[in-house]
């Protein structure tokens, strides 16, 4: 699993572009604002104007704080954080990789997360006392997990768990709050990423005739064409209304060994089987995420994790051509980097359909809320002492990143929150690192 802290080897070379877009200056809080205008009234976003100022507030606080602190970021940040996280020292991974950090470094005791909330959550549930885990924006959230809050999936597993008892475990994919993981600890389930959700659903449906697995469907419905879970055995289950209604559904509930919770993510659905055979027509090879829906993922040659993605294309011969389904901005990156060793690299979904414009390559657009000015911000207010609370991240936190407003656990909820949450991730952990199939198993057609 270090494979995915491995150096994206992504370089800043002279001339290139740093920023992929600029936020309005209302979209700061109020004390990053000043870093904000600095960074927006610079004449350009080339790395010769940039790092200097960069330069001017990282470097005292890596001065400041030394071994003690660690920056990280996630693989769909765009190329600038990426690069830039990794200029200072810092790691990139994916969120199996991320949530392990606080555990491999021990002598952090600064974490400052550039990616979404819950991966920064993850973090901080594993983290020891002496860690201290910073968000660079609060308001960087996973719209996939915003459709899975505790408030919406604890009253139906609380009304499932009445119905079936100890036959119905709930599994947490990475992407939920820690509370939704706390939930899954206590039913005696586990936490899962895309890259070992196979071998954690295999596990859990060996342990309980019934799975609650919370929030993708696409990938529930993926992993079940994997493990070979029949279509009559799998129920979808609406994200968005269910509440009182689900009595109305038990008979079709009753038969079904697999519960998917209804969300999905916006930047993986806008993939289409014609996109895949358009590429293949044209003799590219096509990998995709199994966040994209199920037809896609069986119509192109393989499917798995980011950093399956990622090694899939770096390790291939040069001349190889790739159209890769996933977050717009990781394509970007991969691209530049496979481009160095003569490996083509496109979006999948840039491809002209009959009829349909291509899209230019979906990003993230929560998760690149995290810029150049909240990197140099936050690191800057923490050496002098005055970060604001709001990025503060602890286990339990509900972060409404529509109203920027973070609901805190007391300390006896926080705590018997960690216990569950980090029982979820530790049996993931334990089935991974103990499992049988390695993640180069991902399938390949
Ligand atoms: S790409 Fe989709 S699933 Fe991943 S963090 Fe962004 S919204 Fe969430």
Known sequence: MQRAIASSGIQIR?????????????????????????????????????????DSYVRPAIEHFGDSLLLLAHFYMGGEIVKLVERYGGSIGDSYALALM????PRASIIVQSAVHFMAEAVAILAEPHQQVWITN????????????EDAVAPIADQLIERCGEDLIVVAYMNTSGRVKALAGRTGGATCTSSNAHLVLDWARRRASKVLFVPDRHLGQNVA??????????????????????????????????????????????????????????????LVHPESPREVVRAAHGSGSTSYLWNAVMRAE?????????????????????????????????????????????????????DPPHLAGLLDLLRKGTPPDLNRV????????RTGVRERLDTVDRDE?????????????????????????ERRA
Not at 29 to 53: C, G, I, M, N
Not at 394 to 401: R, S, Y
């Open 225 to 286: 064409d994997r493990i070979g879970i029949p279509d009559e055995r799998v129920a979808v289950l609406p994200w968005d209304w269910l509440g009182d209604e689900l009595p109305r559904l038990w008979p079709h509930l009753d038969r079904a060994d697999l519960l998917l919770w209804g969300a999905y993510c916006g930047v993986h659905t806008v993939f289409r089987p014609e996109h895949v055979r358009a590429w293949r027509e044209r003799g590219w090879t096509v």
């Open 394 to 401: 602890l286990p339990g936190d509900e972060m409404n990143e």
């Open 318 to 370: 040069q001349g190889s051509r790739f159209a890769i389904g996933t977050e717009g901005h990781f394509v970007r990156n991969l691209r530049e980097q496979a481009s160095l060793r003569g490996i083509h690299v496109e979006h999948l979904a840039a491809v002209p359909l009959p009829g349909a414009l291509p899209v230019a390559g979906c990003g993230c657009a929560t998760m690149s809320r995290n």
């Open 417 to 441: 929150l960690i216990v569950h949450a980090r029982r979820a991730l530790r049996r993931m952990i334990e089935i991974t690192e103990g499992g049988s199939a390695p993640p180069a198993s």
């Open 102 to 105: 606080s555990q491999r470094s």
């Open 138 to 149: 609060p308001k960087a959230g996973c719209t996939m997990e915003m459709m899975a809050k």
């Open 14 to 54: 002279p001339g290139i572009d740093l920023c992929q877009s600029d936020l309005p200056l209302d979209w700061y809080q109020p004390e990053f604002k000043p870093y904000a205008e600095e960074y927006l009234a610079l004449p350009d976003r080339q790395p010769e104007t940039v790092l200097p100022w960069l």
